[in-house]
């Protein structure tokens, strides 16, 4: 009879620990998704800024052709909406091409403002010299 009331007082203090370990394992697993889900949008970003500043680099490009263009990239993940697009175009006294993303964390976070980090931007900026400038 002992090893049975044993294995019942072991089968509940089983219960309760994973009643306990549950959430917290949760909560990490979660905001592991929600770092990876964060870092994959900054890395898209930062790409996008870069392919805009190339293609805002060539000769006969204007701001809304980079925007266009930025926004082609971003479409796949579907940041399109999301994104503000900032593009500075050369001039003769500066001739770099700059394009500024920004996007509120809380457009682009899985769980909302569940980890509490949510407030704020992502952004990024990526600058090219325009060609035929010397």
Do not use: H
């Not at 805009?52 to 930025?70: I, K, Y």
């Not at 796949?76 to 909406?81: A, C, E």
């Amino acid at each position: 009879m002992r090893t049975r009331r044993g294995e019942r007082r072991r089968c509940g203090a089983v219960a309760v620990e994973m009643a306990i370990v549950t959430p917290l394992l949760l909560t990490m697993l979660f905001g592991i998704i929600e770092f990876g889900w964060l870092f994959t949008v900054q890395s898209t970003m930062v790409n996008a800024a870069r392919e805009g500043a190339r293609f805002g680099a060539l000769q006969g490009v204007f701001t809304a052709d980079v925007q266009q263009r930025v926004r082609e990239y971003l479409l796949p993940m579907g940041l399109d909406d999301n994104v503000t697009i900032n593009v500075t175009e050369a001039t003769d006294e500066n001739p770099i091409v700059t394009v500024n993303l920004t996007v509120p964390r809380a457009d682009v976070s899985l769980v909302g403002n569940f980890f509490g980090f949510v407030d704020g931007t992502l952004s990024t900026t990526a600058s090219m010299r325009k060609e035929g400038s010397s």
